[in-house]
Structures are given as C-alpha cells and as structure tokens.
C-alpha cells in the first residue's frame, strides 16, 4: 500500500505529465497555504519529496473576509509552519473591504470575487519569486462535491477540476480528505479551522456538511458513480473540444479587448452542442464575471430568434446579430456618466453619452455631424460603434504598430473629457479595430487610422 507522500509524488508527476513535464524540468516549485488540513499536508509532504535540487516556495493570501484574530491568524500560522520547516513563504494581503466591493461591482458570490483576487496574487507570486509551477490543495472530496455542485447547478461540464491547468498543479486531487488527516494526525501536525466551513449558506457547505453524508449512508455507490461519471465528461469534453476548435476556424472566432465576433451564417449552420459551446467560449473570452443562464445561451442558438430580436443582454453580458456578424461581449450602457455604446448599422440619427450624432454617406466613405462639428472617415462601412473608450482599447500609429489610447489621450491632456470623447470603432469585420479618435469634437486633435 502506498504512503500518503508516495501518493502525493504520484499525483505531481501526473499533474506535471498532464502539462507536458516532468519534474527534472522543474527549478522552483511553489505551494498555496492557507493553514488549513489539506494545504499544510501538501507543505509537509512536498518538503520531503522533492528533490533536493528544486526549490519549494509557499505564498499564502489573507483574504481579510473573516474576523482580524482568525484571518490574521491563519496566515501567521502559515509562516510560522513554514520558517519550522525553512521554507520560504511570500504573504499577500487583500485590503478589508476588497473582496466585498468586488462582489458588489461584479454581482458575483464572495467566494467567486476572493477566489479571483486570490489567483491574481498567486499569479504575481509565480512571476515575482520565478516559479515553475503552483501546487494547489484542491483533494478527491473537493472533486466530488465540485461535480454535485455542477449537476444541481445544470451545469453540462461535470468533468470536475482538472490535475493541471495553464501552471497551476493539484496532486492531492485523487486523495481523500480522512488520508490527509490522517498523515497530519500520525507526525503531530497541528492546521487551522476555517469556521465558514460549518455554515450552509454556501452550495458547497450544503453539499459537504449536508447531502454527502445522506449520500454516504442511504446510497453506497455514489462516489464511483460520481467518478465514472466526471470521467466519462472529461473524454467527451476532448472531443468536444478537436470539433470546437475546427468550428472556431471556420466561424472566422476572433477576440480582441474582450469583444468576441464570428460569422453568423456559418455559426446558424452547426450543430446545437457545438453551438452552445462556442457561446460558452465567447462569453468567457469577454471575461464576464456573472453566471449566464443556459436558456439564454439556448435561445441565441436559434437563427430565427437571434435575427429577429437582433440584440439582447443577460448576466452582464450582451448577444448582438447584425449584417452577418455575432457579436458577445460586456454588456455597456448606452448613457451614463462611465460611458457610452451605439451601434450605427445605417445613416440616421443616434444619441450617445451626452452627444447626439448625425450619420450619413454610404459604406468606404462615412460623415459624422455634432455639435457643428463634422468629421469625415474612408474606409468605415457600416456597422460601426460610437463608443467611449474601454481597458486595454490599443489604436494603430503611422509606422503600424499599437499604441495605448489611454496613454494618447493622456498626451493630448484631455483631464476629464477621457470617458467623453467618442471612439469610432469598425465592426464589418473580425478585427475591429479602432477607426478614428474623434478628439476634434471637444478642440483636441483627430487621430485616424488610415488604411
């Protein structure tokens, strides 16, 4: 029978094969803490097995969501387990509040919004101390209860958590959680409790503390069952994923500033399944924090419905069809004092943010009026946008490459007339880039992109 440290060298190997690697490629391995029974017995037991020619590191994060005395003392635990064992550790705090005004601004659980900071943290702690990899404490208990979960929620991916994802590693994932108590308990290690545990208002907590143990004692085969099932998920997931990656290419899939578009026609033309996935795909590229529910993604599966209702938001996120061409991405208020979008799909008059825009000409040569000012643009079919500007909006310079439009207007110094001078964006085709800068409306100069 194989020790529980035997076991755990057994689940990083696979975890670093599932990554294309093997341990002899590793410098620096580093391990999350959070002082709790599962992570500590990782500490512990990464300690004795890895080579001594690999570094082992440990980051633990204060999320500040719990009372000062126990958060705090989480995390001072931590380092001091780890100086025991001379191991060096990095400790992230979280601001008190952050996590709660996150869970506010993006509608999300506040185990959703920390668990997203927490991963921000464990990202820079990869890049700052030059990890290879980041082992994670997620056992073969946090599988089952992430499949239950996923079912009772309707989800259609019950493959569980994977033993690796982008550098993140899980080699406790085939342990169960009694083996790790076990191996603290026989070496006299102590571990913290976090007490949010033992409350039900989480799904998680529910199915822990309550449908596992009917589970456990009115229906004996659940968990192989439960097993058999995630794997069974993750196999059609793979080939799911070969005929979605040949779809992606034939849709024309292009993401670019958290905007997803592809050609409708080819879309409408796929099969329901694979159709679902690419708006699962589309709305994740557009980093949407909020659960999409799937009879709003079933009903853009349908042609009719999509192209007579034309446009439709949910969850934060919003479906356009126009001319040939699916739109997703954040859904954006059309007046507010954070910004503006319109979609301009023929000549007309729009109102955007505090402007009204006048629109005429014909595709390749397109005059915008306000205000008394005119602006003329070659090269803009229609439709377009009439935006505000967006993170990350880049714009392309004279000599061809991308400058950062917020860094442009920081040079016309345009203070805070930022969010108010309008952005002419392209939308005929999958690269949507920016046309124009129109900052003569407001007495700055134009930038446009001439192609």
Request: net charge negative.
């Amino acid at each position: 029978m194989k020790s529980f440290e035997e076991k755990v060298l057994e689940g990083l190997e696979y975890s670093l094969s599932d990554s294309k690697v093997s341990l002899s490629d590793c410098t620096a391995i580093g391990v999350a803490v959070s002082g709790g029974a599962d992570s500590v017995s990782l500490l512990c037991a990464l300690k004795n097995i890895l080579p001594k020619n690999i570094v082992l590191k440990a980051v633990t994060v204060n999320h500040n969501i719990r009372a000062e005395e126990e958060t705090a003392g989480d995390a001072d635990y931590v380092e001091s387990l780890c100086r025991s064992l001379k191991v060096p550790c990095v400790r992230h705090e979280i601001e008190r509040g952050l996590v709660e005004k996150k869970s506010s601004e993006e509608k999300t659980g506040i185990e959703d919004s920390a668990r997203r900071l927490r991963y921000e943290k464990f990202r820079l702690f990869m890049e700052e101390e030059k990890v290879d990899f980041l082992c994670l404490a997620h056992n073969k208990n946090d599988q089952e209860e992430t499949v239950l979960m996923r079912f009772l929620q309707g989800s259609g991916d019950l493959s569980g958590i994977p033993a690796s994802r982008e550098r993140f590693l899980r080699p406790l994932i085939s342990i169960y959680r009694c083996e790790i108590e076990n191996y603290l308990s026989e070496r006299n290690i102590s571990y913290r409790t976090d007490s949010t545990n033992l409350e039900n208002d989480l799904l998680r907590n529910r199915i822990r503390n309550v449908l596992v143990p009917v589970l456990d004692e009115h229906f004996g085969g659940w968990k192989t069952a439960v097993q058999n099932l995630s794997e069974k998920s993750r196999r059609d997931n793979e080939s799911f994923r070969f005929y979605l990656e040949r779809s992606l290419e034939e849709i024309a899939f292009s993401e670019r500033n958290g905007t997803v578009t592809f050609r409708s026609d080819v879309y409408f033309s796929l099969q329901s399944s694979i159709k679902d996935r690419i708006l699962m795909e589309a709305v994740k590229a557009t980093g949407a924090s909020e659960r999409i529910p799937q009879s709003f993604l079933r009903r853009w599966t349908e042609k009719e419905y999509a192209e007579l209702k034309k446009t439709e938001a949910s969850s934060g996120v919003q479906f356009s069809v126009v001319k040939g061409l699916f739109t997703v991405e954040k859904k954006r208020q059309v007046a507010t004092e954070e910004g503006f979008f319109a979609i301009i799909e023929e000549p007309g008059t729009f109102s955007a943010g505090d402007c009204t825009f006048t629109v005429s000409g014909e595709n390749r040569k397109v005059t915008i009026c306000c205000n008394e000012k005119k602006i003329q643009l070659s090269d803009l079919n229609f439709p377009f946008a009439i935006r505000s500007r967006q993170p990350g909006d880049e714009v392309k310079s004279s000599d061809g490459a991308m400058r950062s439009l917020s860094k442009i207007l920081d040079g016309w110094k345009v203070s805070d007339l930022k969010d108010r001078i309008p952005v002419i964006q392209k939308m005929d085709g999958p690269l949507q880039n920016i046309k124009c800068i129109w900052g003569s409306l407001y007495g700055f100069s134009d930038w446009i992109v001439v192609e």
